[in-house]
């Protein structure tokens, strides 16, 4: 990442601070736990948008999700969440997205991602159908080398809540 992606992506996370009882203070010392609604979106591009910002032709993409409320949170890349910066598929989502939110941030680490089409809540993984695997990301499968497919299938009843 190039020091003026991470100059953008700071600028992102400042231009989208919520009220103060929803954010965290330099104080706090550990992530605290967040539940998101919303879809991944590319933050450079939403700030083209919104502000009209022009962009280095030579900037990296800096992928964040927006909340139905229109918050954005910058996401971190991690094997848990890699699918959300790998499969342009899940931008065109709405996603809800379990994890940590770290101190005196809108920077977000993705744990746990479901869908939801519908309105129900749908579990996303990729899956071998040669080697009945199932995976995080769309890679090839480690076992056989074959390509995975997404799979999005209804999330047991436990999960139906999206609120």
Known sequence: MTWKSLIL?????????????ETLTADSKEPTSITLRGRVVEIHGELKKSYRLELS????????????EGRIYTLIKTRQSEALFMDQRLHQRELIIKGRQFPGSQ?????????????????LYYYCDICS????TPE???????PVRLVEEPAKSKNKNTN
Do not use: N
Request: aromatic letters at 8%; charged letters at 15%.
């Open 57 to 68: 032709s030579q900037v990296e993409p800096v992928y964040g999700f927006k909340t139905t």
């Open 9 to 21: 992506a700071w600028a992102a996370i400042a231009l989208t601070h919520g009220t103060a009882d």
């Open 140 to 146: 090839i499968c480690s076992c056989c080398r074959e």
């Open 133 to 136: 695997i199932k995976a995080l």
């Open 107 to 123: 920077v977000v680490e993705a744990t746990f991602i479901q869908s939801v089409h519908q309105g129900r809540m749908h579990e």
